[in-house]
């Protein structure tokens, strides 16, 4: 392919295949140990790009479009995976040339990293490794759930009450008066009747409305405290002899 001056333009590039079928974006760039040009792409593949595969660049070409590869997304599904990070061993650089019926491995290659997680390298040549650390973030919400439901039922209940009332009765008094003269009279039995009357307390109930009741609900904030695992990544350096100053 044409020469780049800094392989890390490729990161991110759209990758379509020899139809023009797109295949990904570029994750990580591998460069030829003697001349630094990119040999090799890495291209997320497979359900939500959880895979990652190796695309050669050989006849590659950069377009508007974005990078198109002399090779089928088919074949590049089914490449064999490999580490994306550090060298290519000499195994893996010839079990991917003969997956793609690439001429022989010319020398070893090496990753100029990507942005997204995987190997970052630095600018060609420059012999500089980087590597991005993530961390994972606790992100914490709420969401309203039904904890509960109160009604209101009314039901009835039978007490004793007392009230007094006065009443009134009739009662026979005798009373006696002389007779004026003059006034006529016959001996005999005599019956007079009188009918008394009284009151007595006659009991009614009515309904009447005493008072109404509502139901109201009414939010209260509280603090709570929430707690969860969140994972980390560390960065070590694994050096076998003493080059770190």
Same mark, same amino acid.
């Given at each position: 392919?044409?020469? +780049?001056? $800094?392989?890390?333009?490729?990161?991110?590039?759209?990758?379509?295949?020899?139809?023009?079928?797109?295949?990904?974006?570029?994750? $990580?760039?591998?460069?030829?140990?003697? $001349?630094? *040009?990119?040999?090799?792409?890495?291209?997320?593949?497979?359900?939500?790009?959880?895979?990652?595969?190796?695309?050669?660049?050989?006849?590659?070409? +950069?377009?508007?479009?974005?990078?198109?590869?002399?090779?089928?997304?088919?074949?590049?599904?089914?490449?064999?995976?490999?580490?994306?990070?550090?060298?290519?061993?000499?195994?893996?650089?010839?079990?991917?040339?003969?997956?793609?019926?690439?001429?022989?491995?010319?020398?070893?290659?090496?990753?100029?990293?990507?942005?997204?997680?995987?190997?970052?390298?630095?600018?060609?040549?420059?012999?500089?490794?980087?590597?991005?650390?993530?961390?994972? *973030?606790?992100?914490?919400?709420?969401?309203?759930?039904?904890?509960?439901?109160?009604?209101?039922?009314?039901?009835?209940?039978?007490?004793?009450? *007392?009230?007094?009332?006065?009443?009134?009765?009739? @009662?026979?008094?005798?009373?006696?008066?002389?007779?004026?003269?003059?006034?006529?009279?016959?001996?005999?039995?005599?019956? *007079? @009747?009188?009918?008394?009357?009284?009151?007595?307390?006659?009991?009614?109930?009515?309904?009447?409305?005493?008072?109404?009741?509502?139901?109201?609900?009414?939010?209260?904030?509280?603090?709570?405290?929430?707690?969860?695992?969140?994972?980390?990544?560390? +960065?070590?350096?694994?050096?076998?002899?003493?080059?770190?100053?």
């Amino acid at each position: 392919m044409t020469s +780049i001056a $800094n392989p890390r333009d490729l990161i991110g590039t759209e990758v379509v295949d020899r139809d023009g079928e797109r295949v990904g974006k570029v994750g $990580n760039v591998y460069v030829g140990d003697d $001349n630094r *040009q990119p040999q090799w792409v890495t291209v997320r593949t497979g359900l939500f790009g959880q895979k990652e595969s190796f695309v050669p660049l050989q006849g590659a070409q +950069i377009s508007d479009g974005g990078l198109r590869v002399q090779t089928t997304k088919d074949a590049v599904k089914d490449a064999p995976r490999m580490d994306a990070e550090g060298h290519l061993s000499d195994e893996e650089g010839r079990r991917l040339y003969q997956h793609y019926g690439l001429p022989g491995q010319r020398g070893r290659t090496a990753p100029k990293g990507g942005i997204s997680g995987t190997g970052a390298g630095s600018g060609a040549g420059s012999g500089d490794q980087a590597m991005t650390r993530s961390e994972e *973030q606790l992100r914490v919400g709420t969401e309203q759930t039904e904890t509960g439901r109160v009604r209101l039922h009314k039901y009835v209940v039978t007490e004793e009450q *007392q009230v007094t009332v006065p009443v009134r009765h009739e @009662e026979v008094r005798v009373e006696r008066e002389p007779v004026r003269g003059g006034e006529r009279a016959r001996i005999g039995e005599d019956d *007079q @009747e009188v009918v008394l009357h009284a009151e007595r307390p006659v009991v009614e109930t009515e309904a009447v409305p005493v008072e109404k009741v509502r139901l109201r609900t009414e939010t209260v904030t509280e603090q709570r405290t929430v707690s969860g695992k969140v994972r980390k990544e560390r +960065i070590e350096v694994d050096d076998s002899g003493e080059h770190r100053k």
